[in-house]
């Protein structure tokens, strides 16, 4: 199932318990205009895609769905488009989400905890870390 959403979507909503609890009701994509970006972070850590599309598209898609409710609304992010029916549309998601989504390394936790080394060679380059040495 795809959720269809307007401006700012999850705004208020920046627990963990508002993607997750769309997530368990069956959602598998969320398409709106634009997100909370909080919101959207929590989607893409629990590998929920979020993606955007323009107005008119989303209103398009909107209607095309009431019209036809069992209508397949697909969404594919490495073409950057979402069809339903005979429509399709150009989406947008930030290309580190894509890139997370799509090699299915969104657990960001593991990947932090697996690059501790890159992230303290990294760490001693950068001076308001280290005492501005």
């Known amino acids: 199932s795809v959720l269809l959403a307007g401006r700012n979507f999850g705004c208020g909503s920046s627990r963990e318990h508002a993607p997750q609890s769309l ?11 634009s997100f909370a970006e909080i919101f959207f972070g929590n989607c893409t850590a629990l590998g929920v895609p979020a993606v955007t599309a323009s ?7 909107g209607r095309r769905v009431e019209a036809d409710p069992q209508l397949e609304v697909k969404v594919d992010l490495v ?9 399709s549309c ?24 697996e690059n501790q080394e890159f992230i303290k060679q990294t760490a ?4 308001y870390l280290n005492q501005f040495a």
């Not at 150009?90 to 905890?113: C, E, H, K, V």
């Not at 001693?124 to 001076?127: C, G, R, S, V």
């Open 23 to 33: 997530m368990r009701w069956g959602i598998k994509a969320i398409i709106a205009e």
């Open 55 to 61: 107005s008119t598209d989303v209103d398009e898609l």
């Open 79 to 87: 073409a950057k488009k979402v069809t339903a029916g005979d429509f």
């Open 90 to 113: 150009d989406i947008d998601i930030l290309d580190s989400a894509r890139d997370a989504l799509l090699s299915g390394q969104w657990d960001f936790m593991t990947l932090l905890l």
């Open 124 to 127: 001693e380059k950068i001076p």
